[in-house]
C-alpha cells in the first residue's frame, strides 16, 4: 500500500470503469495512522452521478424481471471472492480507516455474510392472498422493487454499511449507485473490482467515488430517478436529505449514530461486564455508532468495576493497525481527534477525573497522525459535553446510579436512540431495561449485537428504517395491492 504515481479508478458505469467528465481531477486518500497517501483517486463530480443514475435506471427494468434466484447467484459469487481475497481487502481497510487488521478481517467476513444472507432472503418477498368479502374477487398484496436506489455508506465500516446497504438493494431487484466516504474510496473500489468480475449485468451498480459529497448528495435527492436513498451518516446530514428529497417523496432509509448508555446493574457478573464494555468501546478506537458512550455503574459496585476497567484501558497498545499487537488505531483525522479532545477537557473543567490517558500520543513518532490515549473519566455527568454528544474516540465515561427507576430515565435522556446495553443476572431487571429505553437495539449482557439477519436501526434522532434482516430488503421494495375481479 505504498504511495505511487498511478491514478486509482473511481467511476464504475454501465459495467466499466470509465473516465469522469473532468479528467484531470483526483483527490487523495490517506492513511489516518501516518499521513501517507495511499493513493489518489478519479474525482466524480455531480454531473458523473447524473450519468450514472441515467444507467442505473435504464438497467433497473432487465434487472427486476431476473428471478430472485437469478439475482441470489449474483451475490454468492461477491461473497465468495470477497472471502476468498479477505487478507487483501482488509489490509485496505485499515490502510485507509486505521482499525486494527484483525478488525478488518473480521469486518471483510461480516461484509460478505450480508451477500450470503440477502441471497435467500431475496426469495422470501412474501406477498399475500387476502380472504375477499365477495364471492366474484380475488385480493393480492404483492411486492415488487422500489426502483433505483442511491447508496452514500460511511468511512468507519467501509465494507459492512456498504454490503448492508447494497446486498439488499440487488436481492430486491433494485439497481444501485454507490456513494463511498471520501476518507475510505479504495475499499468500495476493490469490491466493484469484485463486482465486476461476477458478470453483473452492466449498469446494475455504479461507483462514484468523489471529494465533494455534498454535490452527489444534491443529485441524488433532486433526481426523479432515484426511488430509495439509503444513508448512513450524521443526523445533521440525513436532515438535509430529508428535507431536499422531500420534493419528489424519495423512499428514505437513514441511521445517523447514536449515544448509547452501557449500564452495569448491582447483580452484573463484573468481569463479564468489563469484557463487553472493552469489546463495545474500543473496537475502531471508538469509532462506531453503537458502542458504548455514556456508561452507568450502581454505586454498590462502582469501586471494584472501576479499578477493573482502569486495569484493562491502561493495558491497550495504541499504535498502526497493521501491526498485529496494536488494539488501539488512530482517529481518522483532525475533526475527529478535536471532537475527542474537547470532550475530555469539557468533563475535566466541569470536574470530572481522569484515571489514564486523556492526551495526544505520537507512537513510531507518526507526527502526521491523530492518535489518542484511551482515558477514562469518572465523576462524570450529563452536564458534560462526553455525555451530550456522540463521542467517536476512544473515551470511557462513567457516571454512578443507586435507584432502578431513575436510570431508565437518565440512559433515554438523548436525543439519540440507537443502541443501549445492559449487563445483569436478573432476566426481569433485563426484560424491564429492553422494555423501557427507547433505543432500536438492545444488548443484555451482549456487546455486539450486530449480525445480517436482524433488523439494525434506531428510535428518535437516530434514523429512518432498519437494515439487517427481512426488514432491510423491506427498504428497497414497495407494496401493490391487486383486486381482481373473477
Given at each position: 500500500m505504498k504511495e505511487n504515481n498511478k491514478i486509482t479508478p473511481g467511476f464504475y458505469c454501465n459495467g466499466s470503469w470509465s473516465e469522469p467528465f473532468l479528467r484531470d481531477k483526483s483527490f487523495t486518500n490517506i492513511n489516518p495512522a501516518d499521513g501517507q497517501i495511499i493513493a489518489r483517486v478519479r474525482d466524480c463530480?455531480?454531473?458523473?452521478?447524473?450519468?450514472?443514475?441515467?444507467?442505473a435506471a435504464e438497467a433497473q427494468e432487465s434487472w427486476e424481471k431476473r428471478t430472485p434466484k437469478e439475482r441470489g447467484e449474483f451475490l454468492v459469487k461477491i461473497a465468495r471472492e470477497m472471502k476468498n481475497n479477505s487478507e487483501y481487502l482488509a489490509k485496505i481497510i485499515t490502510a485507509e480507516s486505521g482499525k486494527p487488521l484483525r478488525e478488518s478481517v473480521a469486518e471483510i467476513a461480516y461484509a460478505a455474510d450480508f451477500f450470503v444472507w440477502y441471497a435467500e432472503e431475496g426469495k422470501r418477498a412474501y406477498g399475500e392472498i387476502v380472504p375477499a368479502n365477495a364471492k366474484d374477487k380475488m385480493r393480492l398484496v404483492m411486492r415488487s422493487p422500489a426502483g433505483v436506489a442511491g447508496i452514500i455508506s460511511p468511512w468507519n465500516f467501509p465494507q459492512a454499511m456498504l454490503t448492508r446497504k447494497l446486498a439488499p438493494a440487488l436481492a430486491a431487484g433494485c439497481s444501485v449507485v454507490v456513494k463511498p466516504a471520501e476518507q475510505t474510496p479504495c475499499s468500495a473500489v476493490e469490491l466493484f473490482k469484485i463486482i465486476d468480475s461476477?458478470?453483473?449485468?452492466?449498469?446494475?451498480?455504479?461507483?462514484?467515488?468523489?471529494?465533494?459529497?455534498?454535490?452527489?448528495?444534491?443529485?441524488?435527492?433532486?433526481?426523479?430517478?432515484?426511488?430509495?436513498?439509503?444513508?448512513?451518516?450524521?443526523?445533521?446530514?440525513?436532515?438535509?436529505?430529508?428535507?431536499?428529497?422531500?420534493?419528489?417523496?424519495?423512499?428514505?432509509?437513514?441511521?445517523?449514530?447514536g449515544n448509547a448508555a452501557f449500564v452495569v446493574f448491582a447483580d452484573a457478573d463484573i468481569d463479564l461486564a468489563v469484557k463487553g464494555l472493552m469489546a463495545s468501546k474500543f473496537r475502531n478506537a471508538g469509532q462506531t455508532c453503537i458502542c458504548a458512550n455514556r456508561i452507568f455503574v450502581d454505586k454498590e459496585i462502582a469501586d471494584e468495576f472501576t479499578k477493573k476497567v482502569q486495569t484493562?484501558?491502561?493495558?491497550?497498545?495504541?499504535?498502526?493497525?497493521?501491526?498485529?499487537?496494536?488494539?488501539?488505531?488512530?482517529?481518522?483525522?483532525?475533526?475527529?481527534?478535536?471532537?475527542?479532545?474537547?470532550?475530555?477537557?469539557?468533563?475535566?473543567?466541569?470536574?470530572?477525573?481522569?484515571?489514564?490517558?486523556?492526551?495526544?500520543?505520537?507512537?513510531?513518532?507518526?507526527?502526521?497522525?491523530?492518535?489518542?490515549?484511551?482515558?477514562?473519566?469518572?465523576?462524570?455527568?450529563?452536564?458534560?459535553?462526553?455525555?451530550?454528544?456522540?463521542?467517536?474516540?476512544?473515551?470511557v465515561p462513567v457516571a454512578l446510579f443507586d435507584n432502578t427507576e431513575d436510570i431508565i430515565k437518565a440512559v433515554n435522556n438523548t436525543d439519540y436512540g440507537l443502541s443501549a446495553y445492559a449487563y445483569t443476572k436478573s432476566l426481569s431487571t433485563g426484560f424491564n431495561f429492553a422494555r423501557n429505553v427507547k433505543a432500536g437495539i438492545i444488548g443484555i449482557n451482549d456487546p455486539v449485537p450486530s449480525v445480517p439477519e436482524c433488523p439494525f436501526g434506531g428510535l428518535k434522532q437516530s434514523g429512518i428504517g432498519r437494515e439487517g434482516g427481512w426488514r432491510g430488503l423491506d427498504e428497497f421494495l414497495e407494496t401493490k395491492y391487486v383486486s381482481v375481479g373473477l
Open positions: 463530480s455531480r454531473d458523473d452521478a447524473k450519468r450514472a443514475i441515467a444507467c461476477t458478470g453483473l449485468p452492466p449498469g446494475t451498480a455504479n461507483l462514484v467515488c468523489t471529494s465533494e459529497p455534498a454535490a452527489t448528495g444534491e443529485e441524488f435527492c433532486s433526481n426523479k430517478e432515484i426511488a430509495v436513498i439509503s444513508f448512513t451518516g450524521s443526523a445533521q446530514v440525513g436532515k438535509i436529505i430529508i428535507r431536499e428529497s422531500a420534493e419528489n417523496v424519495t423512499k428514505l432509509s437513514l441511521e445517523h449514530g484493562a484501558v491502561s493495558r491497550l497498545k495504541v499504535g498502526n493497525g497493521i501491526d498485529p499487537l496494536t488494539d488501539i488505531g488512530p482517529l481518522i483525522d483532525r475533526e475527529g481527534f478535536e471532537k475527542v479532545e474537547n470532550q475530555v477537557k469539557d468533563a475535566i473543567n466541569k470536574k470530572a477525573k481522569c484515571l489514564c490517558g486523556g492526551k495526544r500520543i505520537y507512537p513510531d513518532k507518526s507526527e502526521n497522525a491523530f492518535f489518542y490515549e484511551p482515558c477514562l473519566l469518572t465523576d462524570v455527568d450529563d452536564s458534560m459535553l462526553v455525555f451530550r454528544q456522540e463521542t467517536f474516540g476512544p473515551i
